[in-house]
């Protein structure tokens, strides 16, 4: 899986998403710190959550035009801009006074994120090449769910250290960092076919491309099922931890640390099994794992807890890591931007959709909230895996034969 860092374009390609992914850790530790302050504790949660929501709603609108872009013109400048924007608003995060001005710059620095997110991605395949794909997404995962794992403890004793608004432009410096280590990259421009289409149409296209490709869709909508389970972890774990079992925030802690764990060793799971099993094998395991771990969450014990929130973890991976790589396997270079904006916005709104579920089932279901959403996200999968699953060897659109994706 590290052989992908023997590239040098890679590495510094890497090294810049390493350092935005920090950034974007600070970010949301001190955006919880900064609402903290504003509303005198009492509304920071309602802050946090329209915070969130325009997050998604940045990702669902914007994603999908940035891939058109991405397609269009050399990425390298899409990436610094959007690094360099992020600088300019998270600078400027340190001197609002109203929670109103929080919405304006966080909406403002999703939208940037928005672009680069999406763009990055499809730009891993055009400088590793598709075969090498897997490793570095792998790579890439891996290095992700690590910094979920160590990035609050670290942004709080930043915060600790220089204060809750100085962090910020901690976090603005390591854009820069990141903004820097991309000028140095050659162009990135994938290679252009004769496709002379409208913006609307490209981001039309984008979103066919997804669903019109058998393995594609059944991993998209396997990402539905680990998005219901997610969302039950995400929204309803604390309180389990807290509530039911009067535990302390510690623990609670220490329980999404198994979780976001589990998701770093699936990353280096996936990377080190390469080609060896067809990735929606993998997506179809992960789905399952992560739907049957919820299941017991609302009677388990604290220890049990943390094997199947680790294992919930893992299935998360499963289903989300293999479907980057998928991606990049099955679309033409000219066409991967929009089809990596397209499956950007898709996968986000997926969440847009179940964390009102999982707020639902815990005020009226709370003491089988898990249950229920488990429930849920199984009976999906058996729907999905008896109507839409790929069956025998399905062709592959970028390599002209047969593909490896059957079940």
């Known amino acids: 899986m590290f052989s992908s860092l023997r590239n040098p374009r890679f590495a510094r390609l890497y090294a810049a998403q390493t350092v935005s992914q920090i950034g974007d850790a600070l970010t949301w530790i001190g955006l919880a710190l900064l609402a903290y302050q504003l509303t005198g504790g009492k509304d920071a949660a309602v802050v946090l959550g329209v915070?969130?929501?325009?997050?998604?709603?940045?990702?669902?609108v914007f994603s999908p035009l940035a891939g058109v872009l991405a397609d269009r013109v050399n990425r390298k400048w899409v990436l610094v801009t959007c690094d360099f924007g992020r600088v300019a608003v998270i600078g400027?995060?340190?001197?609002?006074?109203a929670v109103w001005q929080v919405y304006v710059l966080m909406f403002l620095v999703n939208a940037l994120t928005a672009f680069f997110t999406p763009t990055n991605q499809a730009t891993v395949?055009?400088?590793?090449?598709q075969d090498e794909a897997g490793p570095a997404f792998a790579l890439?995962?891996?290095t992700t769910e690590l910094i979920n794992i160590i990035g609050p403890g670290l942004a709080g004793v930043a915060a600790a250290l220089l204060g809750t608004r100085n962090l910020f432009f901690v976090d603005a410096a390591s854009f820069l960092l990141s903004g820097l280590l991309i000028l140095t990259l050659p162009a990135l421009r994938a290679a252009q076919g004769e496709d002379q289409r409208s913006t609307w149409a490209g981001i039309r296209d984008g979103t066919a491309r997804l669903w019109r490709d058998p393995p594609i869709r059944f991993a998209?909508?396997?990402e539905l099922v680990a998005a219901i389970a997610g969302a039950l972890i995400l929204v309803n774990t604390v309180t389990r931890i807290q509530g039911d079992l009067q535990l302390s925030e510690?623990?609670?802690g220490w329980v999404m640390a198994a979780y976001g764990l589990g998701a770093t060793l699936a990353s280096l799971v996936v990377g080190f099994v390469g080609k060896r099993w067809p990735r929606t094998r993998f997506i179809l395991l992960g789905g399952l794992i992560t739907s049957v771990a919820i299941l017991p969450g609302n009677i388990a014990p604290l220890p049990v807890i943390l094997i199947l929130w680790l294992l919930a973890g893992v299935g998360q991976n499963w289903v989300n890591l293999p479907a980057q790589t998928l991606l990049a396997e099955r679309t033409e270079e000219g066409a991967q931007g929009?089809?990596?904006?397209?499956?950007?916005?898709?996968?986000?709104?997926?969440?847009?959709?179940?964390?009102?579920?999982?707020?639902?089932?815990?005020?009226?279901v709370p003491q089988a909230d898990f249950l229920a959403g488990g429930g849920l996200a199984l009976a999906l999968l058996v729907g999905v895996v008896v109507a839409l699953r790929p069956r025998g060897k399905t062709e592959n659109p970028t390599a002209g034969g047969p593909g490896a994706e059957s079940i």
């Open 51 to 60: 915070a969130l929501t325009l997050r998604v709603l940045a990702f669902v």
């Open 338 to 364: 929009r089809v990596y904006g397209a499956h950007f916005a898709w996968s986000h709104l997926w969440y847009a959709l179940t964390y009102p579920i999982a707020g639902w089932l815990g005020t009226r």
């Open 125 to 129: 395949p055009l400088v590793v090449g």
């Open 140 to 142: 890439s995962s891996a």
């Open 92 to 97: 400027l995060l340190p001197l609002v006074n």
């Open 220 to 222: 998209l909508l396997l």
């Open 250 to 252: 510690a623990t609670y």
